[in-house]
């Protein structure tokens, strides 16, 4: 079943429905200044940071679903209504909700009164401009009232949720004319506040929540608006809302168009006030006459579509799949900038406040968005390098707005530094930069602890050279990529963090999936080094990465594929011979990426293994079978019921790790059913059964074993999304850049026909023409490069050259 269609020529996703089987979200926003906002007008925005700049509040988990977001309620006679819906239900003459990229626009009509709402922000400021046009479609005059609504967080979002006794006193506003600005705690020890302003002269204002909704009553039913007049209140503590009333008259087929601006505004200490208690209220002044007419929005509004389309435009396909070109070119791309943007922080599922950046994660998002926007790639690096312990170790996260690593979930997971190489290593392929390595980047930002870049990488290398445990693998300190297989952990008592409780690291508990990472990374370090002339620290990587392979297979092979970890007694976890969870997903996708078993002929038997005992019509599920009791040795993976999350869920991110796998042996056509289980374009129609968007890859979804088999969890913020675009673009289309220049090896499903691509690389624009005669999967019998045929499949980087005419001919 569907709630709605992609219409691809708009870049957008037009829900029909508004009742979405869970609220369906996009976001907003470029730089520093975002929103979420649902199908239903739910949703929030923050500054920067989620947690402690957030402008408007949100009430995560709560019944009914989706509140609060910012809300225009019309009141047409009896009947109240809102464009999106939400919150106050009333059924609708007709409803659309458009998802574009940065932008949503939502259309509906009741009583031949259409309304038109567009939300946006600009590419350079800090603001939300919503356009709401209003038009009479019937033969007789209107008159009728619109009230909008937004409710004011009190800044910090976690403070702002608990800390009653405090904050039901703090709430202040100041209004002027059709502005309301919000101003708490600005009197101390902030130098910034909000505001929400709409273009017109008002009828009438609130800032007060209580005044405005009554008491016992919610945003479904407010009371001013039932009566028709807002109360003109001014907050003083409690709760401080925005809210504006516009009376209007509309002739038959007349329009009019309003423009509200939900902005943000920092002033210099020195500069805080207009008069003694009056903020200085220039630069919201400025910022509103820059956005006063609708003229004003339609030029913020095309320059947002230039963004993004001549962002998007850096890798482009044409195949026979439409599927895959609406993916490819629009919605995984764009998931991969949103994701850059929050990293695991702000979404329908993380509430921005329990977690920051990630270290691991925003390593593996830069491999989906550098080709986008490799400049501030580059700056990402640099922040996520900071937090860098000087042993190699790192943080597992840290903060946006202060970018300092914290340990809200502790450290020690020991994948974290070599994700650190692998996000470096994609970014030099990708522009060539080698100086990069040679920037000077601190250690746990201590400016006095500054080393070059290329230090930080080969203390990540030797963190796992120096931390072995008795089989030579790697010692798999909190967990690895795996949060929940905490090895070392042995909490029996609820409440106890998993990530925290117990000690950080054992002599013992090693991890499979780190070693393959170790022998992926530690030949792209050895590159690295060479590139800079370092001959000898390539050799000595070389040689800790064929010892590494060495003990893969020694050691972590257990007959029919390869072993998952050991834990803290010596014993096999992911074995054959274990009672449950006797294979894994991780380490036979990544051994195998990694080069591993494959010329002994083990990693074909790995991934055959994992087609017959963890494939689904859903996707790969990350272990089998699942654990039926909680196992102390093993940690959070067992405290989950089957089938869900860790314990034998299908988790997306990983399923892409098969896929790239499965094109090391050639299989294309295996490679491709795994891209389409999980690929949204190709779930649309189960859109009850998957119930998340069905334009965005979501973390997880339930496993075979779980009573909702196909059911997804956690959508948007997830590195699924990085990996699954590096899997069809570098992989399966095979347009993967290298040091030397870009390689083209596509692997592709037999029948999948002739296919182009147009890919930007390092300044220039290689239009890239796919032929495959002979329907092989995999193999390219010639190249040619403007129409001269060059050796071998990669075409050597020419400075200075601005377009690449590349026709491959397959076989």
């Given at each position: 079943m569907k709630f709605g269609y992609y219409d691809d020529k708009h870049r957008?996703?037009?829900?029909?429905?508004?009742?979405?089987?869970?609220?369906?979200?996009?976001?907003?926003?470029?730089?520093?200044?975002?929103?979420?906002?649902?199908?239903?007008?739910?949703?929030?925005?923050?500054?920067?940071?989620?947690?402690?700049?957030?402008?408007?509040?949100?009430?995560?988990?709560?019944?009914?679903?989706?509140?609060?977001?910012?809300?225009?309620?019309?009141?047409?006679?009896?009947?109240?209504?809102?464009?999106?819906?939400?919150?106050?239900?009333?059924?609708?003459d007709f409803y659309e909700c458009r998802h574009g990229l940065g932008y949503s626009r939502f259309l509906a009509s009741k009583k031949g009164l259409r309304a038109d709402v567009l939300t946006f922000i600009p590419v350079k400021d800090n603001c939300e401009l919503t356009r709401l046009t209003l038009t009479n479609n019937t033969a007789c005059p209107k008159t009728f009232s619109v009230f909008s609504y937004v409710e004011w967080c009190l800044w910090n979002a976690d403070d702002d949720m608990k800390n009653f006794q405090r904050n039901l006193s703090i709430g202040e506003v100041e209004t002027a004319g059709s502005v309301i600005f919000h101003k708490t705690e600005y009197r101390e020890r902030r130098d910034h506040y909000a505001f929400y302003s709409v273009n017109t002269d008002i009828?009438?204002?609130?800032?007060?929540?209580?005044?405005?909704?009554?008491?016992?009553?919610?945003?479904?039913?407010?009371?001013?608006?039932?009566?028709?007049?807002?109360?003109?209140?001014?907050?003083?503590?409690?709760?401080?809302?925005?809210?504006?009333?516009?009376?209007?008259?509309?002739?038959?087929?007349?329009?009019?168009?309003?423009?509200?601006?939900?902005?943000?505004?920092?002033?210099?200490?020195?500069?805080?006030?207009?008069?003694?208690?009056?903020?200085?209220?220039?630069?919201?002044?400025?910022?509103?006459?820059?956005?006063?007419?609708?003229?004003?929005?339609?030029?913020?509004?095309?320059?947002?579509?230039?963004?993004?389309?001549?962002?998007?435009?850096?890798?482009?396909?044409?195949?026979?799949?439409?599927?895959?070109?609406?993916?490819?070119?629009?919605?995984?791309?764009?998931?991969?900038?949103?994701?850059?943007?929050?990293?695991?922080?702000?979404?329908?599922?993380?509430?921005?406040?329990?977690?920051?950046?990630?270290?691991?994660?925003?390593?593996?998002?830069?491999?989906?968005?550098?080709?986008?926007?490799?400049?501030?790639?580059?700056?990402?690096i640099i922040d996520i390098a900071s937090t860098q312990f000087e042993d190699g170790s790192a943080y597992h996260q840290y903060q946006p707005l202060t970018k300092q690593g914290n340990s809200d979930i502790g450290s020690g997971f020991n994948d974290d530094p070599l994700w650190l190489i692998a996000g470096v290593g994609a970014y030099v392929r990708e522009t060539g930069d080698l100086s990069i390595l040679s920037e000077p980047v601190p250690f746990d930002h201590d400016p006095a602890k500054a080393a070059p870049l290329l230090e930080h990488l080969k203390r990540s290398f030797d963190y796992i050279v120096n931390h072995k445990g008795p089989h030579g693998l790697p010692l798999i300190g909190r967990a690895d990529w795996n949060d929940c297989l905490n090895l070392n952990c042995f909490s029996e008592h609820p409440g106890e963090s998993f990530q925290t409780f117990g000690p950080s690291e054992g002599p013992v508990a090693e991890s499979v999936f780190i070693a393959g990472m170790f022998v992926k990374y530690g030949e792209e370090y050895a590159k690295l080094a060479a590139l800079l002339g370092d001959d000898k620290e390539a050799q000595y990587a070389r040689s800790q990465v064929k010892e590494m392979y060495d003990a893969v297979l020694k050691s972590g092979w257990d007959g029919q594929w390869f072993l998952r970890a050991y834990d803290a007694m010596g014993n096999k976890v992911g074995s054959a011979k274990c009672e449950e969870g006797q294979i894994y997903i991780e380490p036979q996708g990544f051994c195998v990426l990694a080069g591993i078993g494959v010329k002994e002929g083990l990693a074909q038997k790995a991934l055959d293994s994992v087609k017959n005992r963890l494939d689904t019509d859903y996707g790969i599920m990350i272990l089998q079978p699942p654990y039926t009791r909680y196992h102390l040795e093993l940690g959070e993976i067992s405290s989950y019921p089957p089938g869900y999350k860790e314990n034998a869920g299908i988790f997306c991110h990983n399923n892409p790790w098969v896929s790239i796998a499965e094109t090391v042996l050639g299989r294309g056509s295996r490679a491709f059913e795994i891209y389409k289980k999980t690929c949204p374009a190709y779930v649309e129609e189960i859109s009850e059964v998957h119930r998340t968007e069905p334009y965005v890859y979501a973390q997880m979804i339930a496993g075979k074993d779980a009573p909702r088999h196909g059911e997804a969890k956690n959508s948007w913020l997830t590195g699924t999304a990085a990996w699954t675009f590096v899997n069809i673009s570098q992989y399966i289309l095979g347009i993967y850049p290298t040091y030397e220049g870009l390689q083209i090896a596509p692997c592709v499903p037999e029948h999948f026909g002739d296919f182009q691509v147009t890919r930007k690389f390092r300044g220039a624009s290689y239009h890239i023409q796919v032929k495959n005669p002979q329907n092989v999967q995999k193999g390219v019998a010639k190249l040619l490069v403007d129409g001269k045929e060059i050796p071998g499949n990669v075409i050597p980087w020419q400075d200075g050259k601005k377009q690449v005419q590349v026709e491959v001919i397959m076989g």
């Open positions: 957008e996703y037009v829900i029909t429905a508004p009742a979405t089987p869970l609220p369906w979200i996009n976001y907003l926003g470029c730089n520093d200044f975002f929103s979420l906002i649902s199908n239903t007008c739910g949703g929030y925005t923050f500054y920067k940071d989620a947690k402690l700049l957030r402008l408007t509040r949100y009430r995560y988990n709560n019944v009914p679903w989706d509140v609060n977001g910012k809300y225009f309620y019309i009141k047409d006679g009896s009947v109240i209504w809102n464009p999106g819906w939400q919150p106050s239900k009333t059924e609708l009828a009438g204002f609130d800032t007060s929540r209580d005044a405005f909704l009554g008491p016992y009553r919610g945003a479904d039913c407010p009371e001013a608006v039932e009566q028709g007049a807002c109360t003109n209140s001014i907050a003083s503590g409690w709760s401080p809302i925005a809210s504006h009333q516009i009376n209007l008259t509309l002739d038959p087929g007349e329009s009019k168009t309003f423009l509200f601006v939900l902005g943000y505004v920092e002033n210099p200490p020195q500069d805080k006030w207009e008069s003694p208690g009056v903020i200085n209220k220039k630069p919201a002044y400025a910022l509103l006459e820059k956005y006063a007419s609708e003229r004003d929005a339609e030029k913020a509004f095309d320059e947002l579509c230039l963004y993004w389309r001549t962002l998007l435009d850096s890798y482009q396909v044409h195949t026979q799949d439409e599927k895959v070109n609406r993916m490819v070119n629009i919605w995984n791309q764009y998931q991969c900038m949103v994701t850059f943007n929050m990293s695991r922080s702000a979404s329908y599922y993380e509430s921005g406040i329990g977690r920051g950046m990630g270290f691991r994660d925003s390593c593996q998002d830069l491999l989906g968005f550098v080709h986008l926007i490799p400049d501030r790639a580059r700056q990402r």
